[in-house]
């Protein structure tokens, strides 16, 4: 089961990882709310992001012409504006299909003065069946693509699940992706903190792209992970009744659905061969 960036970022803000500030809305009146409320706290720019179960929604488009699902402003009136232009529209990926996605919500945040942006995630290695975590100094690409022509770039960690991720683990990887003084240790506090939310909500994936290091208004340097994707293991659902209350059937496939009331997983394929799979 997948969830929200504004769902995943909450769950990663109660295991430690810093998120940039803000909140969710299903209105544009609420947009400008939040927006205000942020810039009082000393925001300088705000980011309104369109809460799909799709990448790439910076460079999508919506069925009414709008362009980018992600965008930046400096106003609560901006921010009211782009918020009316996103929801209640469909938006188009190229994850979504040609279909598209109907957009409900909106995140409303700082954004935060970026200064690098690196790749973070946690995931099951079924070929070795343990935890890995992968990180990679190329933040904000698909890893996919990375890993394809820059294999040397990807930082592999593979975790004994009797222990979990051990400090000195944490703090190998932190200096593997470049942090330099106390970036080390607030690095390997935040990578800690991710490993924490896998195992704990029994994901399958729990991905930061990009993590970044973001320079403060008093010009210090710190961690922040600016986007999130968790996947949930379906299979251990009925043990977090609070993380199964997160599903959104909207952005379902109406066939997976009904499959799911029988106990089925049903994958949506190309094509029109079926395969009825039983080992």
Same mark, same amino acid.
């Given at each position: 089961m997948n969830i929200h960036e504004y769902q995943a970022k909450q769950l990663l803000a109660q295991c430690g990882v810093a998120v940039p500030p803000g909140d969710v809305c299903s209105t544009p009146e609420e947009a400008g709310k939040i927006a205000e409320?942020?810039?009082?706290?000393? =925001?300088?720019?705000?980011? $309104?992001?369109?809460?799909?179960?799709? /990448?790439?929604? #910076?460079?999508?488009?919506? !069925?009414?012409?709008?362009?980018?699902?992600?965008?930046?402003?400096?106003?609560?009136?901006?921010?009211?504006?782009?918020?009316? =232009?996103?929801?209640?529209? $469909?938006?188009?990926?190229?994850?979504? /299909?040609?279909? #598209?996605?109907?957009?409900? !919500?909106?995140?409303?945040?700082?954004?935060?003065?970026?200064?690098?942006?690196l790749y973070l995630a946690v995931l099951l290695d079924r070929a070795a069946s343990r935890p890995v975590l992968m990180a990679s100094t190329e933040g904000g690409m698909d890893i996919e693509e990375v890993a394809a022509k820059?294999?040397?770039?990807?930082?592999?960690?593979?975790?004994?699940?009797?222990?979990?991720?051990?400090?000195?683990?944490?703090?190998k990887v932190a200096v593997a992706l470049e942090l330099k003084g106390e970036l080390i240790g607030l690095g390997a506090k935040l990578l800690l903190g991710v490993y924490k939310a896998w195992w704990e909500s029994d994901a399958s994936l729990v991905e930061i792209n990009p993590l970044c290091i973001v320079r403060t208004p008093e010009g210090k340097d710190v961690l922040q992970a600016v986007d999130a994707k968790l996947s949930l293991d379906d299979n251990s659902l009925y043990r977090h009744p609070d993380l199964q209350a997160m599903r959104?059937?909207?952005?379902?496939?109406?066939?997976?659905?009904?499959?799911?009331?029988?106990?089925?997983?049903?994958?949506?394929?190309?094509?029109?061969?079926?395969?009825?799979?039983?080992g």
């Open positions: 409320k942020l810039l009082a706290q000393g =925001a300088k720019k705000l980011v $309104v992001k369109s809460q799909i179960h799709a /990448g790439g929604r #910076g460079k999508g488009t919506f !069925k009414n012409g709008f362009k980018g699902g992600v965008k930046l402003c400096n106003t609560a009136e901006e921010t009211e504006q782009l918020a009316k =232009a996103m929801l209640g529209n $469909v938006l188009v990926t190229k994850q979504t /299909g040609p279909e #598209g996605r109907l957009v409900s !919500k909106v995140l409303v945040s700082a954004a935060p003065d970026i200064r690098k942006e820059t294999p040397e770039k990807i930082i592999r960690e593979t975790i004994d699940p009797a222990v979990g991720l051990m400090p000195y683990q944490a703090r959104d059937l909207a952005e379902e496939a109406p066939l997976e659905i009904e499959a799911s009331k029988f106990g089925l997983n049903y994958i949506k394929l190309d094509g029109n061969i079926a395969c009825l799979v039983n």
